[in-house]
């Protein structure tokens, strides 16, 4: 990668990063992102596993039924025992992803649509309302985002390169997806499906 690209993607990483961070914490906790903070202090990581795995529920004697998943809640915990528990810190936890997202966009823009197009994606994706507004909330979402579009590189890499690392991380994300939100199936199923006529076409196989 040429020193120009370089300069252009740290000045977008530099770019998402101020616009996830800015008045993060101005806001008090909705709902939902309250839910995260009770269970965070309420419970530890293994308190939160039992939980899910028992009951399908982060609190489980508030809310019944199956509804949350553990890689969100349980990283969530150890990232307030360093840098405790506020409106602020929690929200930075999704904004750190949300960051972590950018290079991933780039990555993948570049891979399927070459330099140019992949920098003018990692702009437009570093300015999206949405994409900023799920990096500012204590909620699941933008760690899954990042570990789909951890599994969906990994995926391009491990079909071009078929390396056991590549496919070992590409399992890495996409286990971690699953287990972040139900959602991360449909991603997996496109890709299955990307797969079979990937073999059909490009290796010859028949169905």
Known sequence: MDKKTLILIASIILLGFILRIYDIGSESFWIDEGL???TVQKYDGSGILKNIYLYGQM?????PGISDLPVYPFTLYYWTRLFGISETTLR????????????F?????RRLYGKKNAILSSFLFVISIPAIAYSQEAR????YLFLGLGSIYY???SLKSNKNYHWALYILFSVLGLYTHFLFEILLIFQIFYLIFYLIINKGYSI
């Not at 699941?140 to 760690?143: G, I, S």
């Open 59 to 63: 609190l489980p004697e508030f809310y």
């Open 105 to 109: 966009v780039f990555l993948i823009a």
């Open 92 to 103: 930075l936890y999704s904004a750190l992803f949300g960051i972590l997202s950018i290079p």
């Open 140 to 143: 699941p979402y933008a760690l």
């Open 36 to 38: 995260s903070a009770m």
């Open 155 to 157: 995926f391009i890499r």
